[in-house]
């Protein structure tokens, strides 16, 4: 009866916000309703299995914008994306170094929380780097909850006039389509399994790969109908959401402010780059600010997609950003720690 009560709410949220056209409705709306949902009721846990295949199934979703023509863009404008990775990691260590003096939390725990990049990936390093993951999850979430209301917005206003977006395709009226159709879930369920433990953000990235490659090269045509793509983002968003519930507020409620402000300095702080990104890579403000914007790279692209933004930019700025906190995450975590009061 849980499910189902949940369920009925998402399902009700998410018609809500399509009602309005707010982008992501179908991650946004789930996840707002499971914040809520297990703030107030809790006892509900999404298995961390259908997380994966929610982000196999994204994964597959991206590999189907990366044309080659897209590809042959991001590796002409390589310098520029290693500038924008560079930026936002500074003003990461900047906000990390203002929270540790002034917010109350310890050095290492408030660097792994500043730290822009795949939310789970962060937390996992953070545990092994003796940090505490509790607060370390609760201020990656605080953050992704943040960036995506407010990318949302920002995306809705402004909106994008590319040809990047994703035109849900109908299930299958031929043999042959629900044979294509089955040959996309397969790449992304492989994808998950052959990479989930391997790379950073596996999950996601190895259907990216994986599907790409199939699909360059005329193996597959990747199918992924409307009704698909909801549950995908749902699962997502269902399985953010949940992860906050009383004991997790009670852990940061000293904070919580300090984190919310550190969330919104940094949120600021990348759009203002992405103005200057804009500029250099001649694209449009609302795909620099999802490129740059401290969010995680799932969410991100997903609102990228629903807006018609440069996919394969915003993907490609997300990921390069993800592998260099991955390469330099610890040292930004000691050096950040170095600011902390005794």
Partial sequence: MRWLVLALACLLANR????????????????????????????LRLPRVAFKLGQGVIGVLIAQTLTLGVLMQILAAWPVMLLATAITLVLSVGVGIGLVRYGGLPGSTAAWGTTPGAAAAMVAMAEENDADPRIVAAMQYVRVVAVVLIGALVSHVLGASGGGGHQATPWPGEVAGWGQLAATLAVAGLGVWLFDRRLPAGALLGPVMLGCLLSLTGVITIVLPG?????????????????????????IARSLGAMIIASLTLIALCALSAVAITWLM?????????????GGLDSMTIIAIDTHADVGLVVALQTLRLFTVVMVGPMMARFVARFARP
């Fill in 282 to 294: 001649h694209t449009e403000f609302v795909t620099a600010y999802l490129g740059t914007s401290p």
């Fill in 16 to 43: 809500l916000l399509a009602l309005v056209h707010m982008p992501a409705g179908g991650f946004i709306g789930p996840m707002a309703v499971s914040i809520v949902y297990g703030v107030g009721i809790g006892g």
């Fill in 227 to 251: 009704p698909l793509l909801e549950l995908a983002y749902a699962a997502l968003g269902i399985y953010v959401g949940l992860r906050f519930d009383r004991e997790t507020l009670r852990n």
